[in-house]
Protein backbone atom coordinates (compact mmCIF):
# COMPACT_ATOMS: atom_id res chain seq x y z
CA UNK A 1 0.00 0.00 0.00
CA UNK A 2 1.06 3.77 -1.10
CA UNK A 3 2.29 5.75 1.92
CA UNK A 4 -0.50 8.46 2.24
CA UNK A 5 -0.19 12.15 3.38
CA UNK A 6 -2.02 10.88 6.89
CA UNK A 7 0.34 8.10 7.47
CA UNK A 8 3.44 10.48 6.71
CA UNK A 9 2.48 13.25 9.14
CA UNK A 10 2.64 10.60 11.89
CA UNK A 11 5.63 9.35 10.76
CA UNK A 12 7.50 12.47 10.94
CA UNK A 13 5.84 13.01 14.10
CA UNK A 14 7.71 10.12 15.32
CA UNK A 15 10.73 10.89 13.96
CA UNK A 16 10.52 14.32 15.93
CA UNK A 17 9.75 12.31 19.23
CA UNK A 18 6.87 12.47 19.84
CA UNK A 19 5.03 9.99 21.87
CA UNK A 20 1.50 11.18 22.27
CA UNK A 21 -0.95 13.34 20.42
CA UNK A 22 -3.87 14.54 22.48
CA UNK A 23 -7.03 14.85 20.04
CA UNK A 24 -10.62 14.44 19.99
CA UNK A 25 -11.82 12.63 16.48
CA UNK A 26 -14.24 13.94 13.90
CA UNK A 27 -14.55 13.18 10.04
CA UNK A 28 -12.01 15.64 8.92
CA UNK A 29 -9.40 13.94 10.30
CA UNK A 30 -10.76 10.68 9.35
CA UNK A 31 -7.68 10.06 7.04
CA UNK A 32 -5.22 10.58 10.55
CA UNK A 33 -7.68 8.27 12.59
CA UNK A 34 -7.09 5.49 9.58
CA UNK A 35 -3.79 6.14 9.25
CA UNK A 36 -3.52 5.68 13.74
CA UNK A 37 -5.01 2.58 13.33
CA UNK A 38 -2.50 1.41 10.30
CA UNK A 39 0.63 2.69 12.53
CA UNK A 40 -0.67 0.76 15.92
CA UNK A 41 -1.39 4.07 18.02
CA UNK A 42 2.16 5.27 17.79
CA UNK A 43 2.45 8.09 18.11
CA UNK A 44 -0.29 7.24 21.41
CA UNK A 45 -3.67 9.04 20.43
CA UNK A 46 -4.92 10.40 23.61
CA UNK A 47 -8.54 10.87 23.54
CA UNK A 48 -10.16 13.78 26.00
CA UNK A 49 -13.84 14.63 25.98
CA UNK A 50 -13.46 17.89 24.49
CA UNK A 51 -11.13 19.64 21.79
CA UNK A 52 -10.56 22.38 24.53
CA UNK A 53 -9.20 19.54 27.14
CA UNK A 54 -7.06 18.22 24.34
CA UNK A 55 -5.66 21.72 24.12
CA UNK A 56 -4.45 21.99 27.91
CA UNK A 57 -3.76 18.29 28.01
CA UNK A 58 -0.90 19.11 25.34
CA UNK A 59 -0.09 22.28 27.40
CA UNK A 60 0.06 20.19 30.21
CA UNK A 61 2.41 17.81 28.68
CA UNK A 62 4.86 20.81 27.28
CA UNK A 63 4.81 22.25 30.87
CA UNK A 64 5.84 19.70 33.10
CA UNK A 65 8.21 17.70 30.29
CA UNK A 66 9.97 20.23 28.89
CA UNK A 67 9.03 19.25 25.11
CA UNK A 68 6.62 19.73 22.44
CA UNK A 69 3.08 19.42 23.00
CA UNK A 70 0.67 18.08 19.97
CA UNK A 71 -3.40 18.14 19.59
CA UNK A 72 -5.37 17.19 17.00
CA UNK A 73 -8.87 18.48 15.99
CA UNK A 74 -11.65 18.09 13.48
CA UNK A 75 -12.44 21.14 11.30
CA UNK A 76 -15.36 23.43 12.15
CA UNK A 77 -16.33 23.28 15.43
CA UNK A 78 -13.45 20.72 16.44
CA UNK A 79 -11.03 23.64 15.34
CA UNK A 80 -12.77 26.05 17.31
CA UNK A 81 -12.71 24.27 20.43
CA UNK A 82 -8.86 24.39 20.21
CA UNK A 83 -8.55 27.98 20.48
CA UNK A 84 -8.53 28.53 24.69
CA UNK A 85 -6.09 25.97 25.58
CA UNK A 86 -4.16 27.54 21.95
CA UNK A 87 -4.34 30.30 23.79
CA UNK A 88 -2.78 29.97 26.57
CA UNK A 89 -0.15 28.16 25.23
CA UNK A 90 0.73 31.69 23.47
CA UNK A 91 0.37 33.90 26.49
CA UNK A 92 2.48 31.24 28.73
CA UNK A 93 4.95 31.15 26.06
CA UNK A 94 4.52 26.94 25.59
CA UNK A 95 5.58 24.94 22.24
CA UNK A 96 2.60 23.53 21.15
CA UNK A 97 1.40 22.01 17.71
CA UNK A 98 -2.19 22.18 16.58
CA UNK A 99 -2.82 19.73 13.71
CA UNK A 100 -6.25 20.53 12.29
CA UNK A 101 -8.55 19.22 9.71
CA UNK A 102 -10.66 21.25 6.87
CA UNK A 103 -13.29 21.09 4.55
CA UNK A 104 -11.75 18.57 1.22
CA UNK A 105 -10.80 21.27 -1.06
CA UNK A 106 -13.40 20.65 -3.22
CA UNK A 107 -16.24 22.34 -1.43
CA UNK A 108 -14.29 25.03 -0.30
CA UNK A 109 -15.93 28.28 -0.90
CA UNK A 110 -19.12 26.66 -1.21
CA UNK A 111 -20.66 27.28 2.40
CA UNK A 112 -19.59 23.76 2.94
CA UNK A 113 -20.83 21.45 6.27
CA UNK A 114 -18.45 22.72 8.85
CA UNK A 115 -16.37 24.74 6.42
CA UNK A 116 -14.95 27.49 8.56
CA UNK A 117 -12.14 29.89 7.59
CA UNK A 118 -9.24 28.47 9.82
CA UNK A 119 -6.83 31.07 8.45
CA UNK A 120 -8.98 33.78 9.83
CA UNK A 121 -9.83 31.75 12.86
CA UNK A 122 -5.88 30.82 14.23
CA UNK A 123 -4.47 33.98 12.41
CA UNK A 124 -4.23 35.64 15.90
CA UNK A 125 -3.20 32.24 18.21
CA UNK A 126 -0.89 31.15 15.94
CA UNK A 127 0.68 34.20 14.82
CA UNK A 128 4.35 32.70 15.01
CA UNK A 129 3.48 29.74 11.76
CA UNK A 130 0.06 28.96 10.03
CA UNK A 131 -0.07 27.19 6.99
CA UNK A 132 -2.28 24.92 4.91
CA UNK A 133 -0.86 21.78 3.13
CA UNK A 134 -2.68 21.78 0.02
CA UNK A 135 -0.33 19.18 -2.03
CA UNK A 136 2.12 16.06 -0.62
CA UNK A 137 5.02 18.09 -1.39
CA UNK A 138 4.42 20.90 0.26
CA UNK A 139 3.97 18.74 3.93
CA UNK A 140 7.71 18.35 5.22
CA UNK A 141 8.22 21.70 5.37
CA UNK A 142 5.21 22.97 6.61
CA UNK A 143 5.29 20.26 9.41
CA UNK A 144 9.17 20.69 9.95
CA UNK A 145 8.82 24.01 10.29
CA UNK A 146 5.34 24.28 12.85
CA UNK A 147 7.89 22.22 15.33
CA UNK A 148 10.72 23.77 15.06
CA UNK A 149 9.08 27.46 15.14
CA UNK A 150 6.66 26.23 18.30
CA UNK A 151 9.80 24.83 19.93
CA UNK A 152 12.00 27.73 19.39
CA UNK A 153 9.57 30.57 19.95
CA UNK A 154 7.86 28.75 22.43
CA UNK A 155 4.71 28.98 20.83
CA UNK A 156 1.32 27.41 19.38
CA UNK A 157 1.66 26.69 15.36
CA UNK A 158 -1.04 25.24 13.05
CA UNK A 159 -0.84 22.80 10.56
CA UNK A 160 -4.18 22.82 8.47
CA UNK A 161 -4.90 19.09 6.54
CA UNK A 162 -7.85 19.21 4.22
CA UNK A 163 -10.43 16.22 4.57
CA UNK A 164 -9.17 15.01 1.01
CA UNK A 165 -5.60 16.10 1.13
CA UNK A 166 -5.08 13.34 4.08
CA UNK A 167 -5.83 10.44 1.57
CA UNK A 168 -3.65 11.26 -1.34
CA UNK A 169 -0.71 9.11 -1.74
CA UNK A 170 2.31 10.88 -0.08
CA UNK A 171 5.22 12.44 -2.74
CA UNK A 172 8.42 14.15 -1.37
CA UNK A 173 8.99 17.30 -3.05
CA UNK A 174 11.84 16.58 -5.82
CA UNK A 175 15.02 18.66 -6.87
CA UNK A 176 12.92 21.05 -8.77
CA UNK A 177 12.04 24.71 -8.99
CA UNK A 178 9.58 25.87 -6.29
CA UNK A 179 9.77 22.64 -4.48
CA UNK A 180 10.63 23.36 -0.90
CA UNK A 181 12.77 20.45 0.73
CA UNK A 182 12.90 20.36 4.89
CA UNK A 183 15.01 18.30 7.24
CA UNK A 184 15.21 16.69 10.79
CA UNK A 185 15.92 18.49 13.87
CA UNK A 186 16.32 22.01 15.44
CA UNK A 187 19.98 22.32 16.72
CA UNK A 188 20.69 23.38 20.26
CA UNK A 189 21.88 26.76 21.00
CA UNK A 190 22.33 29.44 23.73
CA UNK A 191 22.21 32.91 23.59
CA UNK A 192 23.82 35.33 26.17
CA UNK A 193 24.64 38.82 26.31
CA UNK A 194 27.73 40.90 25.24
CA UNK A 195 30.39 41.06 28.12
CA UNK A 196 29.91 44.91 28.21
CA UNK A 197 26.55 44.32 28.93
CA UNK A 198 27.33 42.05 31.86
CA UNK A 199 29.93 44.57 33.28
CA UNK A 200 27.11 47.41 33.31
CA UNK A 201 24.81 44.48 34.93
CA UNK A 202 27.47 43.65 37.55
CA UNK A 203 28.20 47.54 37.66
CA UNK A 204 24.64 48.03 39.13
CA UNK A 205 24.08 44.95 41.05
CA UNK A 206 27.02 45.77 43.53
CA UNK A 207 26.14 48.95 43.72
CA UNK A 208 22.86 47.87 45.77
CA UNK A 209 22.35 47.84 49.17
CA UNK A 210 19.32 46.00 49.24
CA UNK A 211 18.74 43.96 46.50
CA UNK A 212 15.15 42.12 45.42
CA UNK A 213 15.27 38.84 43.05
CA UNK A 214 12.41 38.34 40.91
CA UNK A 215 12.15 34.89 39.21
CA UNK A 216 9.78 33.46 36.72
CA UNK A 217 9.53 30.35 34.40
CA UNK A 218 12.27 31.78 32.43
CA UNK A 219 14.83 30.84 35.20
CA UNK A 220 13.50 27.38 35.71
CA UNK A 221 16.54 25.80 34.73
CA UNK A 222 19.35 28.11 36.72
CA UNK A 223 17.94 27.22 40.36
CA UNK A 224 21.82 26.65 41.25
CA UNK A 225 22.73 30.22 40.07
CA UNK A 226 19.56 31.95 41.25
CA UNK A 227 20.22 30.91 44.92
CA UNK A 228 24.34 31.41 44.64
CA UNK A 229 23.82 35.11 43.37
CA UNK A 230 21.33 35.94 45.77
CA UNK A 231 23.28 34.66 48.57
CA UNK A 232 26.35 36.60 47.53
CA UNK A 233 24.32 40.02 47.41
CA UNK A 234 22.03 39.19 50.28
CA UNK A 235 19.13 39.12 48.50
CA UNK A 236 15.09 38.23 48.87
CA UNK A 237 13.79 36.10 46.06
CA UNK A 238 10.12 36.53 45.21
CA UNK A 239 8.31 34.55 42.72
CA UNK A 240 6.14 35.13 39.99
CA UNK A 241 2.94 32.20 39.69
CA UNK A 242 4.64 30.75 36.90
CA UNK A 243 7.88 30.59 38.98
CA UNK A 244 6.79 29.03 41.83
CA UNK A 245 8.17 25.57 41.50
CA UNK A 246 11.94 27.61 40.10
CA UNK A 247 13.56 27.68 43.99
CA UNK A 248 12.75 25.76 46.75
CA UNK A 249 10.13 27.69 49.43
CA UNK A 250 12.08 26.03 52.25
CA UNK A 251 14.96 29.03 51.30
CA UNK A 252 14.83 31.58 54.29
CA UNK A 253 14.76 34.49 51.97
CA UNK A 254 12.58 33.11 49.85
CA UNK A 255 9.19 35.50 50.54
CA UNK A 256 7.27 33.31 48.23
CA UNK A 257 4.58 34.61 45.14
CA UNK A 258 4.38 38.18 44.41
CA UNK A 259 1.12 40.16 43.17
CA UNK A 260 -2.97 40.37 44.25
CA UNK A 261 -2.57 36.67 45.36
CA UNK A 262 1.26 36.91 46.44
CA UNK A 263 2.85 37.15 50.35
CA UNK A 264 3.20 40.14 52.41
CA UNK A 265 6.86 39.56 52.19
CA UNK A 266 7.25 39.74 48.46
CA UNK A 267 5.01 43.12 48.70
CA UNK A 268 7.67 44.60 51.62
CA UNK A 269 10.56 43.24 49.61
CA UNK A 270 9.37 44.88 46.36
CA UNK A 271 8.92 48.60 48.15
CA UNK A 272 11.57 48.47 50.23
CA UNK A 273 14.60 47.64 47.65
CA UNK A 274 16.80 50.06 46.17
CA UNK A 275 17.91 47.73 43.60
CA UNK A 276 15.91 45.02 41.44
CA UNK A 277 16.92 41.96 39.36
CA UNK A 278 14.43 40.05 37.36
CA UNK A 279 15.09 36.60 35.46
CA UNK A 280 12.78 35.02 33.04
CA UNK A 281 10.07 36.82 34.01
CA UNK A 282 7.06 39.07 32.59
CA UNK A 283 5.00 39.68 35.45
CA UNK A 284 2.72 42.27 34.44
CA UNK A 285 1.19 43.88 37.45
CA UNK A 286 4.10 47.30 37.97
CA UNK A 287 2.01 48.22 41.11
CA UNK A 288 3.61 44.92 43.07
CA UNK A 289 6.67 46.22 41.88
CA UNK A 290 9.22 49.08 43.16
CA UNK A 291 7.80 52.48 42.82
CA UNK A 292 9.51 54.02 39.98
CA UNK A 293 12.49 55.78 40.44
CA UNK A 294 13.01 53.86 43.61
CA UNK A 295 14.92 50.99 42.53
CA UNK A 296 17.47 50.52 39.83
CA UNK A 297 16.74 47.56 37.24
CA UNK A 298 18.30 44.79 35.28
CA UNK A 299 16.11 42.47 33.62
CA UNK A 300 17.42 38.92 31.64
CA UNK A 301 15.40 37.56 29.43
CA UNK A 302 15.43 35.28 26.37
CA UNK A 303 12.91 36.78 24.19
CA UNK A 304 13.97 40.11 23.35
CA UNK A 305 9.99 41.06 22.46
CA UNK A 306 9.65 40.56 26.32
CA UNK A 307 12.87 42.85 27.11
CA UNK A 308 12.60 46.13 28.72
CA UNK A 309 8.62 46.16 29.78
CA UNK A 310 7.00 46.28 33.39
CA UNK A 311 9.48 48.46 34.84
CA UNK A 312 12.12 50.95 33.88
CA UNK A 313 15.66 48.71 34.06
CA UNK A 314 19.07 50.32 33.29
CA UNK A 315 20.31 47.35 31.78
CA UNK A 316 18.66 44.94 29.71
CA UNK A 317 20.11 41.41 29.21
CA UNK A 318 18.69 39.25 26.17
CA UNK A 319 20.11 35.39 26.74
CA UNK A 320 19.30 32.22 28.54
CA UNK A 321 19.29 33.04 32.12
CA UNK A 322 21.36 29.91 33.26
CA UNK A 323 23.78 30.82 30.86
CA UNK A 324 23.73 34.52 31.78
CA UNK A 325 23.71 33.96 35.30
CA UNK A 326 27.23 32.05 35.20
CA UNK A 327 28.92 34.88 33.03
CA UNK A 328 27.63 37.33 35.54
CA UNK A 329 28.24 35.46 39.04
CA UNK A 330 32.17 36.28 38.72
CA UNK A 331 31.62 39.87 38.32
CA UNK A 332 29.73 40.32 41.62
CA UNK A 333 31.06 40.68 44.82
CA UNK A 334 29.28 39.93 48.05
CA UNK A 335 27.56 42.08 49.91
CA UNK A 336 28.72 42.25 53.36
CA UNK A 337 26.04 43.94 54.90
CA UNK A 338 23.79 42.05 55.88
CA UNK A 339 20.77 43.94 57.94
CA UNK A 340 18.49 43.67 54.01
CA UNK A 341 18.85 40.09 54.53
CA UNK A 342 18.31 39.87 57.81
CA UNK A 343 14.71 42.10 57.50
CA UNK A 344 13.71 39.77 54.70
CA UNK A 345 14.43 36.30 56.31
CA UNK A 346 12.79 37.37 59.49
CA UNK A 347 9.97 39.05 57.63
CA UNK A 348 9.13 35.25 56.05
CA UNK A 349 9.44 33.46 59.32
CA UNK A 350 6.62 36.10 60.12
CA UNK A 351 4.52 35.30 57.31
CA UNK A 352 4.70 31.55 57.75
CA UNK A 353 3.52 31.95 61.21
CA UNK A 354 0.57 34.46 60.46
CA UNK A 355 -0.10 32.32 57.23
CA UNK A 356 -0.37 29.06 59.84
CA UNK A 357 -2.65 31.15 62.10
CA UNK A 358 -5.02 31.86 59.18
CA UNK A 359 -5.18 28.67 58.00
CA UNK A 360 -6.21 27.24 61.81
CA UNK A 361 -8.84 30.02 61.86
CA UNK A 362 -12.70 28.17 62.27
CA UNK A 363 -15.11 28.63 59.34
CA UNK A 364 -18.37 27.14 58.49
CA UNK A 365 -17.94 24.62 57.74
CA UNK A 366 -14.00 24.31 56.40
CA UNK A 367 -11.71 27.01 56.16
CA UNK A 368 -10.09 26.73 52.81
CA UNK A 369 -6.76 28.10 53.60
CA UNK A 370 -6.56 25.23 56.17
CA UNK A 371 -7.70 22.53 52.92
CA UNK A 372 -4.27 23.85 51.30
CA UNK A 373 -2.12 24.45 54.25
CA UNK A 374 -2.85 20.74 55.57
CA UNK A 375 -1.88 19.04 51.98
CA UNK A 376 1.63 21.37 52.06
CA UNK A 377 3.43 18.87 54.61
CA UNK A 378 2.25 15.71 52.43
CA UNK A 379 3.21 16.50 49.16
CA UNK A 380 5.17 13.51 47.56
CA UNK A 381 8.90 14.81 47.47
CA UNK A 382 8.24 14.25 43.03
CA UNK A 383 4.97 16.03 42.87
CA UNK A 384 3.43 17.53 40.01
CA UNK A 385 0.54 20.11 41.13
CA UNK A 386 -1.79 21.95 39.14
CA UNK A 387 -3.74 24.93 40.51
CA UNK A 388 -6.76 26.07 38.53
CA UNK A 389 -7.78 29.93 38.28
CA UNK A 390 -10.04 31.06 41.03
CA UNK A 391 -9.85 31.93 44.83
CA UNK A 392 -7.91 28.30 45.20
CA UNK A 393 -5.10 29.59 43.39
CA UNK A 394 -4.88 32.25 46.35
CA UNK A 395 -4.37 29.06 48.68
CA UNK A 396 -1.90 27.65 46.28
CA UNK A 397 -0.03 30.68 46.01
CA UNK A 398 -0.29 31.34 50.07
CA UNK A 399 0.11 28.07 51.80
CA UNK A 400 1.95 25.38 49.12
CA UNK A 401 6.05 25.43 50.02
CA UNK A 402 7.15 23.75 47.14
CA UNK A 403 10.89 21.85 47.98
CA UNK A 404 13.84 20.25 44.97
CA UNK A 405 12.15 17.56 42.52
CA UNK A 406 8.66 19.39 42.95
CA UNK A 407 7.06 20.84 39.73
CA UNK A 408 3.63 23.16 39.60
CA UNK A 409 2.05 25.24 37.37
CA UNK A 410 -1.24 26.72 36.19
CA UNK A 411 -3.02 29.58 33.61
CA UNK A 412 -0.57 32.03 34.43
CA UNK A 413 -1.54 34.68 31.71
CA UNK A 414 -4.69 34.04 30.02
CA UNK A 415 -6.14 33.05 33.77
CA UNK A 416 -8.09 30.65 32.20
CA UNK A 417 -10.80 28.07 34.59
CA UNK A 418 -10.47 24.52 33.78
CA UNK A 419 -7.27 23.92 32.89
CA UNK A 420 -6.16 22.21 36.11
CA UNK A 421 -7.35 18.54 35.84
CA UNK A 422 -6.56 18.43 31.59
CA UNK A 423 -2.58 19.83 33.36
CA UNK A 424 -2.57 17.02 35.30
CA UNK A 425 -3.42 14.18 32.96
CA UNK A 426 -1.15 16.18 30.14
CA UNK A 427 1.82 15.66 33.26
CA UNK A 428 0.77 12.10 34.02
CA UNK A 429 1.97 11.28 30.04
CA UNK A 430 4.88 13.49 30.73
CA UNK A 431 5.84 11.34 33.87
CA UNK A 432 3.88 8.41 34.35
CA UNK A 433 6.04 7.31 37.24
CA UNK A 434 4.69 10.48 39.12
CA UNK A 435 2.00 11.72 41.47
CA UNK A 436 -0.02 14.56 40.28
CA UNK A 437 -2.25 16.68 42.33
CA UNK A 438 -4.98 19.28 40.77
CA UNK A 439 -6.09 21.71 43.06
CA UNK A 440 -9.76 23.03 41.35
CA UNK A 441 -12.63 25.23 42.60
CA UNK A 442 -16.36 24.15 41.75
CA UNK A 443 -16.93 26.53 39.15
CA UNK A 444 -13.87 24.53 37.14
CA UNK A 445 -15.47 21.45 38.29
CA UNK A 446 -18.89 21.93 36.76
CA UNK A 447 -17.05 23.97 33.84
CA UNK A 448 -14.82 21.05 32.23
CA UNK A 449 -13.26 19.00 35.54
CA UNK A 450 -15.85 16.82 35.64
CA UNK A 451 -15.48 15.65 32.15
CA UNK A 452 -11.98 14.92 32.47
CA UNK A 453 -12.57 12.81 35.36
CA UNK A 454 -13.54 10.23 32.62
CA UNK A 455 -10.35 10.86 30.94
CA UNK A 456 -8.60 9.96 33.81
CA UNK A 457 -10.58 6.68 34.32
CA UNK A 458 -10.07 5.79 31.19
CA UNK A 459 -6.19 5.63 31.28
CA UNK A 460 -5.40 5.34 34.76
CA UNK A 461 -3.63 1.96 33.76
CA UNK A 462 -1.42 3.75 31.94
CA UNK A 463 0.71 4.97 34.21
CA UNK A 464 3.05 3.09 36.70
CA UNK A 465 1.95 5.75 39.13
CA UNK A 466 -1.32 5.56 39.13
CA UNK A 467 -2.05 8.68 41.45
CA UNK A 468 -4.14 11.70 40.35
CA UNK A 469 -5.11 13.52 43.15
CA UNK A 470 -7.94 15.99 42.76
CA UNK A 471 -9.01 18.39 45.35
CA UNK A 472 -12.24 20.16 45.31
CA UNK A 473 -13.10 23.30 47.21
CA UNK A 474 -16.75 22.84 47.24
CA UNK A 475 -18.64 25.97 48.37
CA UNK A 476 -21.12 27.03 45.65
CA UNK A 477 -20.09 30.35 44.93
CA UNK A 478 -17.52 31.64 41.75
CA UNK A 479 -15.61 32.70 45.11
CA UNK A 480 -12.62 35.00 43.06
CA UNK A 481 -15.12 36.63 41.23
CA UNK A 482 -17.62 37.03 44.43
CA UNK A 483 -14.43 38.71 46.16
CA UNK A 484 -13.51 40.71 43.39
CA UNK A 485 -17.37 42.35 43.60
CA UNK A 486 -17.01 43.04 47.43
CA UNK A 487 -13.46 45.03 46.89
CA UNK A 488 -14.22 46.67 43.88
CA UNK A 489 -17.78 47.36 43.01
CA UNK A 490 -19.16 47.46 47.13
CA UNK A 491 -21.47 44.60 46.25
CA UNK A 492 -22.19 41.48 48.58
CA UNK A 493 -22.57 39.32 45.98
CA UNK A 494 -25.23 38.82 43.00
CA UNK A 495 -26.64 35.61 43.64
CA UNK A 496 -27.93 34.81 39.97
CA UNK A 497 -24.52 35.16 38.54
CA UNK A 498 -22.46 33.91 41.60
CA UNK A 499 -24.25 30.78 43.15
CA UNK A 500 -23.38 27.67 42.28
CA UNK A 501 -25.60 24.21 42.47
CA UNK A 502 -24.34 21.81 44.97
CA UNK A 503 -22.71 18.91 43.24
CA UNK A 504 -21.06 15.85 44.70
CA UNK A 505 -18.22 15.14 43.30
CA UNK A 506 -16.90 12.82 45.18
CA UNK A 507 -20.08 10.32 44.45
CA UNK A 508 -19.12 11.08 40.54
CA UNK A 509 -15.63 9.89 41.00
CA UNK A 510 -16.89 7.05 42.56
CA UNK A 511 -19.66 6.44 39.85
CA UNK A 512 -16.20 5.87 37.49
CA UNK A 513 -14.87 3.61 40.00
CA UNK A 514 -12.25 6.04 41.32
CA UNK A 515 -12.14 6.76 45.05
CA UNK A 516 -14.50 9.66 46.42
CA UNK A 517 -14.10 11.49 49.46
CA UNK A 518 -16.22 14.27 50.97
CA UNK A 519 -15.17 16.27 53.58
CA UNK A 520 -17.49 18.35 55.51
CA UNK A 521 -15.57 18.88 59.04
CA UNK A 522 -11.73 20.52 59.68
CA UNK A 523 -10.55 17.36 61.44
CA UNK A 524 -11.82 15.20 58.61
CA UNK A 525 -8.97 17.08 56.21
CA UNK A 526 -6.00 16.00 56.64
CA UNK A 527 -6.91 12.28 56.93
CA UNK A 528 -8.68 12.54 53.37
CA UNK A 529 -5.28 13.92 51.91
CA UNK A 530 -3.80 11.34 53.23
CA UNK A 531 -6.51 8.82 51.67
CA UNK A 532 -6.30 10.29 48.51
CA UNK A 533 -2.39 9.81 48.42
CA UNK A 534 -2.36 6.47 49.26
CA UNK A 535 -5.25 5.24 46.58
CA UNK A 536 -3.93 2.99 43.85
CA UNK A 537 -5.51 5.05 41.45
CA UNK A 538 -7.02 8.35 40.30
CA UNK A 539 -8.76 9.91 43.77
CA UNK A 540 -11.02 13.00 44.16
CA UNK A 541 -11.44 15.13 47.89
CA UNK A 542 -14.42 17.12 47.82
CA UNK A 543 -13.81 19.97 50.60
CA UNK A 544 -17.04 21.96 51.99
CA UNK A 545 -15.44 25.30 52.35
CA UNK A 546 -16.54 28.44 53.68
CA UNK A 547 -17.19 30.86 50.71
CA UNK A 548 -16.67 33.82 53.12
CA UNK A 549 -13.20 33.51 53.71
CA UNK A 550 -11.37 36.72 52.50
CA UNK A 551 -9.04 35.98 49.91
CA UNK A 552 -6.75 38.89 51.60
CA UNK A 553 -4.09 40.99 49.49
CA UNK A 554 -0.94 41.64 50.32
CA UNK A 555 -0.78 45.11 50.65
CA UNK A 556 -4.46 45.43 51.78
CA UNK A 557 -4.87 48.33 54.53
CA UNK A 558 -7.19 48.53 57.31
CA UNK A 559 -9.88 50.67 55.90
CA UNK A 560 -9.76 48.44 52.06
CA UNK A 561 -10.52 45.13 54.76
CA UNK A 562 -13.40 46.61 56.96
CA UNK A 563 -14.87 48.21 53.77
CA UNK A 564 -14.68 44.72 52.55
CA UNK A 565 -16.51 43.35 55.75
CA UNK A 566 -19.33 46.06 55.67
CA UNK A 567 -20.38 44.99 52.13
CA UNK A 568 -20.50 41.61 53.25
CA UNK A 569 -22.88 42.28 55.77
CA UNK A 570 -24.60 44.02 54.13
CA UNK A 571 -25.86 41.42 52.52
CA UNK A 572 -25.95 38.94 55.00
CA UNK A 573 -26.04 39.31 58.47
CA UNK A 574 -25.15 35.92 59.45
CA UNK A 575 -22.06 36.08 57.32
CA UNK A 576 -19.74 38.02 59.55
CA UNK A 577 -18.31 35.55 61.78
CA UNK A 578 -15.44 34.03 59.72
CA UNK A 579 -14.83 37.44 58.38
CA UNK A 580 -14.32 38.95 61.23
CA UNK A 581 -11.66 36.39 62.60
CA UNK A 582 -10.02 37.29 59.04
CA UNK A 583 -10.09 40.75 59.87
CA UNK A 584 -8.75 40.48 63.20
CA UNK A 585 -6.13 38.34 62.49
CA UNK A 586 -4.83 40.40 60.01
CA UNK A 587 -5.51 43.93 61.41
CA UNK A 588 -3.41 42.57 64.59
CA UNK A 589 -0.71 40.62 63.08
CA UNK A 590 0.21 42.09 59.90
CA UNK A 591 -0.76 45.67 60.54
CA UNK A 592 0.02 46.40 64.13
CA UNK A 593 -0.83 50.03 64.02
CA UNK A 594 -4.16 49.13 62.86
CA UNK A 595 -7.05 49.38 65.05
CA UNK A 596 -8.25 46.00 66.82
CA UNK A 597 -11.35 44.76 65.73
CA UNK A 598 -14.40 44.08 68.07
CA UNK A 599 -14.27 40.30 69.29
CA UNK A 600 -16.61 38.24 67.49
Not at 543 to 566: G, K, L, Y
Request: with cysteine; aromatic share 6%; proline share 7%.
Amino acid sequence: MATKVADRILERLREWGVEQVFGYPGDGINGLLAAWERAGDTPRFVQARHEEMSAFQAVGYAKFSGRLGVCVATSGPGAIHLLNGLYDAKLDHVPVVAIIGQTARTAMGGSYQQEVDLHALFKDVASDFLETVTVPEQLPNVLDRAIRTACARRAPTAVIVPADVQELAYEAPSHAFKMVPSSLGLGESTAVPSDASLQRAADLLNAGDKVAILVGQGAAGARAEVEEIAELLGAGVAKALLGKDVLSDDLPYVTGSIGLLGTRPSYELMQGCDTLLTIGSSFPYSQFLPKYGSARGVQIDLDPHMIGMRYSYEVNLVGDARATLRRLLPLLRRNEGREWHEETVAAVARWREVNGRRARLSADPVNPEYVAAALDPLLPANAMITADSGSVTNWYARHLTLRPGMNASLSGTLATMGCAVPYAIGAKFAHPDRPAIALVGDGAMQMNGLAELITAAKYRDRWTDPRLVVGVWNNQDLNQVTWELRAMGGSPSFHPSQHLPDVSYAAFARSLGLTGIRVDKPEDVEPAWREALSADGPALVEFRTDPDVPPIPPHATWDQIESMAQSILRGDKNAGGVIRQGIKAKAQEWLPTSPSPADD
